[in-house]
């Protein structure tokens, strides 16, 4: 049987996170697979680095949801992560840091468009097109 935690632990996990994350925490969308642990330098090609806002997220329920930047279309699409990519590729991980220089993860997982950690609409990104995110979501382990 698999470990499993209370909702309760879960949420206090995930709070940690934004706690970690602080107050310049980025979403950062890269090509491949996720490194061998967040502590591992990322080889893949860095597509979009994402702004969250200065309170990255809130967790409830052993899920912590992200917040996104202030942005001018915030009002009609639920205040959305939003950045231009800065490559072209595909997506197939995301890193949340504590800077857009990526130096220090605090998570990392997979990008699909379902069945992911991080589920997007489409994972093919084109340099210079913005990439809005309007709903992330990370469920805490041992559910």
Not at 107 to 111: A, L
């Given at each position: 049987m698999a470990l499993q935690y209370s909702t309760t632990h879960r949420t206090n996990a995930m709070s940690d996170l934004v706690t970690a994350l602080g107050t310049t925490g980025y979403l950062l969308?890269?090509?491949g697979s996720p490194p061998a642990n967040a502590g591992t330098a990322d080889?893949?090609?860095l597509l979009a680095?994402?702004?969250l806002n200065a309170t990255p997220g809130s967790a409830a329920s052993g899920?912590?949801?992200l917040n996104g930047t202030a942005t001018a279309t915030a009002a009609?699409?639920?205040n959305p992560i939003t950045a231009a990519a800065s490559a072209t590729g595909t997506a197939?991980?995301?890193r949340l840091c504590t800077s857009s220089a990526g130096t220090t993860c605090i998570?990392?997982?997979?990008?699909g468009t379902s069945g992911a950690d991080l589920n997007l609409s489409s994972v093919s990104l084109s340099s210079g097109v913005t990439v809005n995110i309007t709903g992330a979501t990370i469920t805490a382990f041992g559910a």
């Open positions: 969308l890269y090509t080889g893949g090609t680095s994402l702004p899920v912590l949801t009609s699409s639920g197939g991980h995301f998570v990392q997982g997979t990008v």
